[in-house]
């Protein structure tokens, strides 16, 4: 089975700074990754997928950006943060074979 | 527009006794249903996942129903323990990339 890393676990930052969110995955080579977000008492919303390095889709547009630099590598950025920001992200990746998807432990950001 | 609504949106239940959650889904073509458990401040375990052919899977004290005709499935829950306290969240796949999520059950088992 896969294993999803992500840090930082939990981090606090001011409106206005930059944000960089990463995810990295074990256990299976050239999976589709996804980010979602989880604000409080909403379902997950997904904010961006990607199917190879460098291959990047977006669902909600919004000042947030992701990139692929490495196959099991997955970056979630923002130059600006806002207030709206605040939330529970996740990063996933598709079990092609068992068509599961495997979550990461999430990264709680509070933007303040 | 593709949706999924869980029911109820929180549920309250003594250890030990048995407890039953609905998803209703509008999501179309249907590809397949999963059951996620997610902790507090957790990502989402995957429970069950279930095709259009399948009626029902069951994992340990967990046991997912569908009806693909209705749109509609449940999640049992057997013998409830104080660990199955979390939020359970339906979500309906319409391709591989296409997943709606529901907004979950909060599932409270007290003793």
């Known amino acids: 089975s896969q294993t999803i890393h992500q840090w930082p676990a939990t981090l606090v930052q001011p409106v206005g700074s930059p944000l960089s969110l990463e995810c990295t995955v074990e256990?299976?080579?050239?999976?589709?990754l996804y980010w979602y977000r989880q604000a409080a008492g909403r379902g997950l919303q997904l904010l961006f997928y990607?199917?190879?390095?460098?291959?990047i889709s977006s669902e909600v547009p919004q000042n947030l950006s992701a990139s692929r630099p490495q196959d099991r590598q997955f970056i979630l950025s923002s130059k600006k943060l806002l207030l709206s920001d605040s939330g529970f992200y996740l990063c996933?990746?598709?079990?092609?074979?068992?068509?599961?998807?495997?979550f990461g432990p999430g990264t709680r950001l509070t933007v303040t | 527009k593709n949706q999924v609504e869980q029911s109820p949106q929180s549920l309250i239940i003594l250890e030990g006794k048995n407890c039953t959650l609905q998803?209703?889904?509008?999501?179309?073509?249907?590809?397949?249903l999963r059951w996620y458990k997610q902790d507090t401040g957790r990502g989402p375990v995957s429970l069950t996942i279930?095709?259009?052919?399948?009626n029902t899977k069951s994992n340990g004290r967990y046991t997912a129903t569908l009806d693909a005709d209705t749109k509609q499935s449940s999640l049992h829950i057997t013998a409830s323990q104080l660990s199955d306290s979390a939020s359970y969240i339906c979500?309906?796949?319409?391709?591989?990339?296409?997943?709606?999520f529901g907004k979950g059950t909060s599932l409270l088992v007290t003793p």
């Open positions: 979500v309906v796949a319409n391709s591989g990339y296409a997943l709606n």
């Open positions: 990607s199917v190879g390095i460098g291959q």
């Open positions: 998803c209703n889904y509008t999501v179309s073509p249907f590809s397949n």
């Open positions: 256990g299976t080579s050239n999976p589709n």
């Open positions: 279930m095709t259009f052919s399948e």
């Open positions: 996933a990746s598709w079990g092609q074979v068992s068509g599961e998807q495997y």
